[in-house]
Nanobody, 121 residues
Framework: QVQLVESGGGLVQPGGSLRLSCAAS????????MGWYRQAPGKERELVAA???????AYAQSVKGRFTISRDNAKNTVYLQMASLKPEDTAVYYC???????????????WGQGTLVTVSS
């Protein structure tokens, strides 16, 4: 069994910063891509940022220059540092990972439970 556990969401004022963390645990052989998605009320889930095992990154245009994704391969953890937050960043943020399960060698896509980020004054 593999799971992702997120932390770090909360309420922040516009212009503020917040850091999300997501730790993977369980029978993991390797993790290829880790990323963050978000879903705002009434909208579809969208990719925010992703990082490969080799630390190549990709960002949604709406967060470029404000958000930074990073990962610690030794801890199987991915982070999302968010700065200059705007009300439109309000959403449930989900961690996502593409990994190979130890033992079975199955390719898995795993989602976290989500953490709410609210940007409001």
């Amino acid at each position: 069994q593999v799971q992702l556990v997120e932390s770090g969401g909360g309420l922040v004022q516009p212009g503020g910063s917040l850091r999300l963390s997501c730790a993977a645990s369980g029978s993991i052989f390797s993790i290829n891509v880790m990323g963050w998605y978000r879903q705002a009320p009434g909208k579809e889930r969208e990719l925010v940022a992703a990082v490969t095992k080799g630390s190549s990154t990709a960002y949604a245009q709406s967060v470029k220059g404000r958000f930074t994704i990073s990962r610690d391969n030794a801890k199987n953890t991915v982070y999302l540092q968010m700065a200059s937050l705007k009300p439109e960043d309000t959403a449930v943020y989900y961690c996502n990972a593409h990994m190979v399960e130890r033992g079975s060698n199955r390719n898995l896509e795993v989602w976290g439970q989500g953490t709410l980020v609210t940007v409001s004054s």
